[in-house]
């Protein structure tokens, strides 16, 4: 059974950091495309970055040069650094994982609030 799991979401101040974490059972985890994605209320999921297997990544324009997303393949984890956050990466993050088969599998998310 695959598993997703998210932490580290929670309050914090416009411009202050958050380091998310996704933790992964039940999938090879290194053959996963792995990504995180956030959504607000009423309106639709957006990706927010993505990481490969091998390591190659690409950000939404919306967060690059504040977000970076990294893996750790051993341990079977995606992590999001958060930095320079703003008012509009209020969302519920979710973790996301592809399949070499296309199958998809969602964490049950994590809120994350950044106010002014």
């Known amino acids: 059974q695959v598993q997703l799991v998210e932490s580290g979401g929670g309050l914090v101040q416009a411009g202050g950091s958050l380091r998310l974490s996704c933790a992964a059972s039940?999938?090879?985890?290194?053959?996963?495309?792995m990504a995180w994605y956030r959504q607000v209320p009423g309106k639709q999921r957006e990706l927010v970055a993505t990481?490969?297997?091998?390591?190659?990544?690409n950000y939404a324009d919306s967060v690059k040069g504040r977000f970076t997303i990294s893996r750790d393949n051993a341990k079977n984890t995606v992590a999001l650094q958060m930095n320079s956050l703003k008012p509009e990466d209020t969302a519920v993050y979710y973790c996301?994982?592809?399949?070499?088969?296309?199958?998809?599998?969602w964490g049950k998310g994590t809120l994350v609030t950044v106010s002014e």
């Open positions: 039940g999938v090879i985890f290194r053959s996963n495309v």
């Open positions: 996301n994982a592809i399949s070499p088969y296309g199958l998809a599998y």
């Open positions: 990481i490969t297997g091998g390591g190659n990544i």
